[in-house]
């Protein structure tokens, strides 16, 4: 068989000649009568978003829920729309930034959680004793859902091999964070241009769910998970 063409197939003689005839039966092989066909089209593979899920087909975005997820941040909430965005404007879930947990007692009582409300929280350093901590117990409740990942900022949670190192650099104490990361990495550290540029540079090595550390991954998928159930769900 050399080819098939608008249901026929090329067979080549002995000679090298090449006759076309129509598929399907009349044929054969070894002496056994066979049936020709066209070789099926290979499925398509399957897309999957940046999160790991399995791309939806293109649709509108739901109209956003009531329940929504809030983050410390600006770099939390870019790095959160980089991976999970597809997956929340499916959920119909919005993202919104606290600028510091400082203000989460006062943005959980203007918004009043309830069955169909329920807010859940991203916290960064939330480890034993911290600030955090404490502002994390005393939010929590059935409708308030409030987790953390142990890094200081955002930035520690994408794999330091993206951006060409081995692993975090460590920053004293009384050292600004972003400012002597910044310092330690040789990049500009000036201003804040500068590390909004540094965050730039972060955020574009980031490709996919697998650029990032697990610890941050599962808190996410957590608070997902907690906005997007059914109130009357088991468990819920």
Known sequence: ???????????EDRRGKVRWFPLGGG??????????????????ARAYTASGSRAAAPQRARVARESRIFVEGRHDAELVE??????????????????GVDHLPQVLAELSPGPDARLGVLVDHLVPGSKESRIAAQVAGSHVLVVGHPYIDVWQAVRPERIGIRAWPE?????????GVCEALGWPHADQADIAAAWQRILGSVRSY???????????EQLIDFVTTPADAPGH
Do not use: F, Q, S
């Open 171 to 179: 920053i004293p104490r009384g050292v600004e964070w972003k400012h």
């Open 1 to 11: 068989m050399t080819g098939i063409e608008k249901g026929n197939v090329g067979l």
């Open 27 to 44: 044929y054969l092989i070894d002496g056994e009568a066979v049936v020709l066909t066209a070789p099926k089209a290979p499925a398509a």
């Open 82 to 99: 980089k991976v999970w965005g597809p997956d929340l404007r499916t959920e119909g879930v919005v993202v919104e930034y606290l600028e």
């Open 210 to 220: 697998t650029d990032l550390e697990p610890a941050l991954l599962a808190r996410v």
